[in-house]
DNA sequence: GCCAACGTTGGC
DNA sequence: GCCAACGTTGGC
C-alpha cells in the first residue's frame, strides 16, 4: 500500500513516569520536546497533521501500548534547544540554524488495558515492529498500516475479557 | 540492579 | 576516519 496521500503512522515512547498517556489526555496536546536523537529526530520531521501515534510506555512494568494520538501540528524547532541551562539545553543551535524540532500531539484514546510488549511479539501482525527488536532504543519509530491495525486489534480483544 | 545494544565523544 | 571508552536506553 502507497500512503503518499494517506496518513503515516508512527510509535512514540515515553517513560510514564515522566509523561504519560493520562498526562496527555489531561493536557489535550503537547509538544513533543526534548528528542536528542538524530534519526528520531528526522522521523518527527516527517509527520504531517492527521498522522496517528501510537503511545508506548518504556521502562515500567509492564512497558506497552497505552493508547493513541494524533499529530496536530506538523514539527517546530524545539524551544528548549535555546535555553541555557534547560536539561535539552544545546550551545550548537542557533535561532537561525535550529537542530531539534519538535512536533504536537494530540490525545486521542487511552486504552482499556495496556497492549505489552509480550502481546506485541506474540501476535503475528505486529512481531516486527521495531518496538519488538532488542537493542530498538530510539524513541521514535515508523509504523506499518499493517502494524497499526494489529495494534488496534489487540486493543479490541483485551476490552473484550 | 543487571546487562545487552546502541549512539556519541574524543584521542590519535 | 578509526575505534575504544563512555553514557544512555530499556527490557527483564
Not at 19 to 34: A, F, P, Q, R, V
Not at 106 to 113: I, L, M, N, Q, S
Amino acid at each position: 500500500m502507497k500512503d503518499s496521500a494517506a496518513g503515516k503512522f508512527w510509535l512514540v515512547k515515553s517513560e510514564p513516569d515522566c509523561y504519560s498517556i493520562d498526562d496527555l489526555k489531561k493536557d489535550h496536546s503537547t509538544i513533543w520536546d526534548g528528542v536528542r536523537n538524530y534519526q528520531a529526530r528526522n522521523y518527527l520531521v516527517e509527520m504531517q497533521p492527521g498522522d496517528k501515534v501510537l503511545f508506548y510506555h518504556s521502562s515500567t512494568q509492564p512497558a506497552g501500548v497505552a493508547g493513541l494520538a494524533v499529530v496536530a501540528k506538523p514539527a517546530a524547532p524545539d524551544p528548549r534547544q535555546f535555553l541555557p541551562g534547560d536539561e535539552y539545553y544545546d550551545p550548537k543551535a542557533t535561532r537561525s540554524k535550529p537542530r531539534w524540532f519538535a512536533p504536537t500531539l494530540r490525545f486521542e484514546k487511552k486504552f482499556d488495558a495496556l497492549i505489552p510488549l509480550s502481546s506485541i511479539k506474540s501476535f503475528a501482525a505486529t512481531r516486527k515492529m521495531a518496538v519488538t527488536q532488542t537493542g530498538s532504543r530510539l524513541s521514535v519509530n515508523p509504523v506499518q498500516p499493517a502494524e497499526f491495525s494489529g495494534i488496534l486489534l489487540l486493543a479490541g480483544k483485551s476490552r473484550q475479557k
